[in-house]
């Protein structure tokens, strides 16, 4: 989700959402967990289809009460209490957009399977495994294409998946990529699970820093990279690092919006310029 989607008083309310969300949900167990994650995922779903329900939901005006009554019928009158607490949080207070309540559903669903990960002592591993699933299908098109496919039903494209991960990555990271596949609300693949990797990575108060280079690091390298950019950042980060050796030397850094290109690709492309 764009923090532009929020308003500045929406964006200090899904702050808050989030904060109090991550100590709700540690204090579940991992089946507990598990549900919350999958109700959330439905009414994220849900949200997503109906457009007069998001706009109920996010109307400053309907009581809290009343949603909060709508939200236990929708989820079928048997939702875990840790759900509804915190969907009643969510669309109590400032008017946040329709588009970004289902946004924020979702995200809930997510950090639900980020405690469970965190407390099985799996987070980096998933963290890693979006990340790197993202680049996979942003270089291989066919594959791309496949999860992609208006014809190919969601019933093969789960099975692809399952054929893909099964076995090589964290049965988290699997369920998160499964939940991008069925319900991608408009998003590229590639650009949901990344978004789910540097929410994990928020999750443990760090970024993400993708380092591009021509050849691999080596591990004093990248500790020594990640000591300065930490420095420069103001707070820890993480390296994911992609090896392209068609930049032919030095490096290119993107935490978030910011790019930095030291690439020997591209001090060639500017001394081009200059003689043109």
């Not at 969300?21 to 540690?26: F, K, Q």
């Not at 999958?38 to 997503?48: H, K, P, V, Y």
């Not at 208006?150 to 054929?163: I, S, V």
């Not at 991608?184 to 443990?204: D, F, S, V, W």
Request: charged share 30%; proline share 5%; hydrophobic share 45%.
């Amino acid at each position: 989700m764009a923090a532009g989607s929020l308003p500045e008083q929406g964006r200090r309310q899904a702050s808050e959402v989030r904060e109090r969300a991550r100590g709700e949900l540690r204090r579940l167990d991992p089946a507990d967990l598990d549900r919350v994650a999958d109700e959330l995922f439905a009414l994220a779903g849900l949200l997503t289809r109906e457009l007069r329900l998001r706009r109920a939901l996010a109307d400053p005006s309907l009581p809290g009460e009343v949603k909060r009554r709508l939200l236990a019928e929708l989820l079928g009158g048997r939702a875990h209490e840790a759900t509804l607490a915190l969907l009643g949080q969510l669309v109590d207070g400032p008017r946040l957009l329709p588009v970004a309540l289902a946004d924020l559903v979702e995200e809930l669903g997510a950090m639900a399977l980020f405690v469970k990960a965190d407390a099985a002592g799996s987070l980096d591993d998933v963290e890693d495994e979006l990340y790197r699933f993202s680049r996979l299908v942003a270089r291989e098109h066919a594959l791309r294409a496949a999860l992609t496919s208006a014809t190919l039903p969601t019933e093969r494209k789960l099975a692809l998946l399952d054929e893909l991960l099964s076995g090589r990555a964290d049965p988290i990271t699997v369920r998160l990529v499964r939940q991008v596949v069925q319900a991608p609300r408009g998003r590229t693949i590639e650009r949901a699970t990344e978004a789910l990797a540097r929410q994990a990575a928020a999750y443990r108060g760090r970024v993400i820093a993708e380092v591009t280079v021509a050849a691999p690091l080596e591990p004093a390298q990248a500790e020594r990279l990640g000591e300065v950019l930490g420095r420069r950042r103001g707070g820890p980060v993480r390296l994911q690092v992609v090896v392209d050796p068609s930049i032919m030397g030095g490096m290119v850094v993107r935490v978030g919006d910011e790019l930095i290109d030291g690439s020997v690709r591209r001090q060639l492309e500017r001394a081009r310029g200059g003689l043109g």
